[in-house]
């Protein structure tokens, strides 16, 4: 059983102390043992199967989390001879996914908490990236988006904003979007409802993000009731 310079280093121990399939039991953290039993049982007797396996161990540098890739090698009569392994240190790539799923946790606590509905679209261009605006894909959302529109959250998040709302590339709103993205203007309208949803009026607000715009809308139907309302009366009254 042999260790490269490179897994003393890993382990934080002096090139040339003896090391066997054990010393993995003695580093990894007690909620890993059973991870680093199978190692050690993979080393000591390989059956012809490859192993893959990620732990974390105690160094004299703090915790690392490890990747374990290990191979068979096997001798003339095909039989398994001996081990091959390579332990990679991902413990900054397991921290910036710790962090990743962090924020993502945390604005989907500020969507939801959000008063109004809120929808991030990307823009779809007709060739990979570029050339025109030709729809929008639907990256996030939260509740009450999907509430006002009707739609259920598992049906919106990565659909075209085409198959959702048929009509918008009609009314309007679909060049409304390609305007913002293009120029970078924020916009700010009533629209009515062109989904399932119960809400009869919205007000919209519109803002670039990256390649595509965050859309911010909320229910003005009574508002805009009572404002038809008034409207009809005073003009009853002309």
Not at 13 to 21: E, F, I, R, Y
Not at 153 to 165: A, I, K
């Amino acid at each position: 059983f042999e260790w490269s310079e490179g897994m003393y280093r890993l382990f934080g121990l002096a090139p040339g102390t003896p090391v066997q399939p054990e010393t993995y039991l003695d580093f990894t953290v007690e909620a890993d043992q059973p991870v680093a039993e199978r190692i050690v049982a993979f080393l000591k007797h390989p059956d012809g199967r490859d192993l893959e396996e990620q732990f974390r161990i105690r160094t004299p540098e703090g915790e690392k989390t490890i990747r374990l890739k290990a191979t068979v090698q096997h001798n003339a009569g095909s039989e398994p001879e001996r081990a091959l392994g390579v332990d990679i240190d991902i413990t900054a790539q397991v921290e910036a996914e710790r962090q990743v799923a962090e924020s993502a946790r945390t604005l989907r606590s500020i969507l939801d908490g959000a008063q109004a509905g809120i929808t991030l679209l990307r823009a779809v261009r007709e060739h990979e990236g570029l050339g025109p605006v030709v729809d929008f894909v639907v990256e996030n959302a939260n509740h009450l988006a999907a509430e006002l529109n009707g739609i259920p959250m598992e049906q919106t998040l990565g659909r075209r904003c085409s198959e959702l709302f048929p009509h918008y590339k009609t009314t309007g709103l679909f060049d409304r979007y390609v305007e913002v993205v293009e120029t970078g203007t924020q916009q700010r309208f009533e629209a009515p409802n062109e989904g399932p949803g119960p809400v009869e009026w919205f007000d919209v607000s519109l803002g670039k993000h990256g390649d595509g715009l965050v859309l911010t809308f909320s229910d003005i139907s009574r508002l805009k009731r009572l404002q038809l309302q008034h409207h009809a009366q005073a003009t009853m009254l002309e």
